[in-house]
C-alpha cells in the first residue's frame, strides 16, 4: 500500500503562483510514477502531468509552460508548480502514484479568484 498526503492548495488571485507538495509513504518500489490530475464539479478528472522517479516528464499541450512538476526521490515527494494561474485552473488537484498498483491522494482544492 501506499498513502498519498497533498498539501498546499489554497485561494490565488488570477497571475498569481501556487505550490503544491504530495508526499507518498508506504511500499514505495522503483521505478514508479508520479503525477497530479485535477478535477472540477460536474466534469471528469484530467491528467496535468507526471514525472517517472527517473526524471522523465509529460505535461498535457495545454498546461506546458505554465505548469511544472518536479521530485524529490529521498522525500518521496512530488511538486507542481503552477504559474500565471487563471480563473479556469480552479480544480481539487490530486496526486497520483503509479508503481506496483496505482494510488490516490486526497485531493486539494485549488481556487482562483479574485
Known amino acids: 500500500q501506499v498513502q498519498l498526503v497533498e498539501s498546499g492548495g489554497g485561494l490565488v488571485q488570477p497571475g498569481g503562483s501556487l505550490r503544491l507538495s504530495c508526499a507518498a509513504s508506504g511500499s514505495i518500489g522503483r521505478p514508479n510514477t508520479m503525477g497530479w490530475y485535477r478535477q472540477t464539479p460536474g466534469k471528469q478528472r484530467e491528467l496535468v502531468g507526471k514525472?517517472?522517479?527517473?526524471?522523465?516528464?509529460y505535461y498535457v499541450d495545454s498546461l506546458k509552460g505554465r505548469f511544472t512538476i518536479s521530485r524529490d526521490n529521498g522525500k518521496n515527494t512530488v511538486y507542481l508548480q503552477m504559474n500565471s494561474l487563471k480563473p479556469e485552473d480552479t480544480a481539487v488537484y490530486y496526486c497520483?502514484?503509479?508503481?506496483?498498483?496505482?494510488?490516490w491522494g486526497q485531493g486539494t482544492q485549488v481556487t482562483v479568484s479574485s
Open positions: 497520483t502514484y503509479v508503481g506496483v498498483g496505482k494510488y
Open positions: 514525472i517517472s522517479s527517473g526524471g522523465s516528464t
